[in-house]
């Protein structure tokens, strides 16, 4: 039966005929089950019945009686074990048919899984498969182009100027050094050449007026 003849009824009459028979025999054999359930409790009443008399009759001294009654009791005992043997192999019977209805249903909704599986794959067509597969790489592939352009830093540093860039690559020079155990902090570089800057101006200052105060002089004397 296809999957559609099972989603649209289409052939279930087969279906529900085997579910009646399988229903039937169920229903069938607990009945028995039922009856032989009342026969074995009135077996079971019977050989009390039986011993209880048994004693009785020992009670009073007739011994015969007490006999025969165990007889009976024996008798009554017996058939109750045969009728419960029978109750269980009719258990039996009704389990393993509650087995087989499990696994025959399991098995048909399994088959109807792996065909709507196969025909929801005959849908998708090999070529548009590979297409979208390909299509995922390529756009895979454009969104890491545009990470690394939007994280790309060489438009900022071509920005920069010379002497900030010489800067920079003083002061990781200077990092380098200090790791290495060359130089203790770089704040005392820069520090220290903060120092030798202003003293160089200084002496240039002194230089200037130096200078200027000879050609004052010098112009002095050239008046005179």
Do not use: C
Not at 23 to 46: D, S, W, Y
Not at 147 to 168: P, Q, V, W, Y
Not at 177 to 199: A, F, Q, R, V
């Amino acid at each position: 039966m296809g999957f559609l003849d099972w989603l649209f009824g289409r052939d279930r009459k087969k279906d529900d005929v085997g579910d009646s028979k399988e229903l039937e025999a169920i229903a069938t054999l607990k009945k028995q089950l039922n009856n032989m359930e009342i026969k074995g409790n009135k077996l079971q009443r019977q050989v009390g019945e039986q011993k209880d008399l048994a004693k009785n009759m020992l009670k009073i001294g007739n011994k015969i009686g007490a006999r025969e009654a165990l007889v009976r009791s024996n008798v009554y005992l017996q058939k109750y074990n045969q009728l419960s043997n029978s109750r269980l192999n009719l258990q039996t019977l009704i389990d393993n048919i509650s087995d087989a209805t499990d696994a025959k249903e399991l098995v048909s909704a399994m088959k109807i899984g792996n065909q709507v599986v196969s025909e929801m794959i005959s849908e998708v067509e090999t070529e548009d498969l590979e297409k979208t597969m390909i299509e995922m790489e390529e756009n895979r592939d454009r969104v890491d182009i545009m990470n690394e352009t939007l994280a790309d830093t060489t438009a900022i540093e071509t920005n920069m100027s010379m002497e900030f860039t010489e800067g920079i690559d003083e002061q990781l020079a200077a990092l380098e050094m200090e790791i290495s155990g060359e130089l203790p902090d770089i704040k005392d570089k820069e520090i220290e050449n903060i120092g030798e800057s202003e003293e160089r101006e200084k002496e240039e200052e002194n230089q200037e007026a130096k200078e200027n105060l000879e050609s004052e002089e010098k112009g002095m004397d050239e008046t005179e």
